[in-house]
């Protein structure tokens, strides 16, 4: 009789692990199939009279449904706050993307803050730095292959634009 019941025990020990293991692989699957991974290739484009006078390319891999992944480039300028005590701020380009699978489509969600310093005739009688700020930042349907602008910014202190352009590619 105890002999029956660890066998019916065993057996409903096996039954039950490889259930439970069909299960979590079949929940592999479908999570491997839900993360992909892709290519963003950004392009900042300077344009003055609506033409192109300068472009910077800015590229990073991205795995779908990850938080925020960024790409920085720049430098960190001392600057005194009260006597004795210096904060650092960041001025350069800051991009950062998420992508996510939103009912069956590809949403892409991008922050971009540039930052430069004034030039000689852009400054004002001041002996701090004096910045140059631009923020886009959107959410869009994307289409792996065709490029979509992001956004468009104008220049206040001249007739240039800057304009937010990516084009996404599925890796292998």
């Known amino acids: 009789m105890f002999r029956r019941a660890m066998i ?3 057996a409903l020990g096996v039954y039950f ?9 079949q929940e592999r699957t479908d ?22 006078i300068n472009t910077r390319q ?5 795995v779908e449904g990850i938080q925020f992944q960024e790409l ?4 960190r300028v001392p600057v005194e706050m009260k006597q004795g005590e210096v904060q650092y701020l960041d001025v350069g380009t800051n991009i950062s993307a998420r ?22 005739d852009q400054e004002q009688k001041s002996t701090m730095p004096v910045l140059r700020q631009l923020r886009i930042s959107g959410t869009t349907i994307v289409t792996t292959g065709k490029p979509i602008v992001i956004g468009v910014v ?18 292998k």
Do not use: C, H
């Open 8 to 10: 019916g025990l065993l």
């Open 17 to 25: 692990w490889w259930g439970f293991g069909a299960a979590t692989a």
């Open 31 to 52: 999570s491997e199939k839900a993360q992909s991974a892709y290519r963003l290739d950004f392009s900042l484009s300077e344009l003055e009279d609506g033409k192109k």
């Open 58 to 62: 800015y590229a990073m891999n991205l």
């Open 72 to 75: 920085k480039i720049g430098t």
């Open 99 to 120: 992508l996510q699978d939103v009912k069956s489509a590809l949403e892409l969600e991008v922050r971009a803050d540039l930052s430069n310093f004034a030039t000689v």
């Open 154 to 171: 104008d220049d206040p202190n001249s007739k240039r634009q800057f304009q937010l352009e990516v084009t996404m590619t599925k890796l």
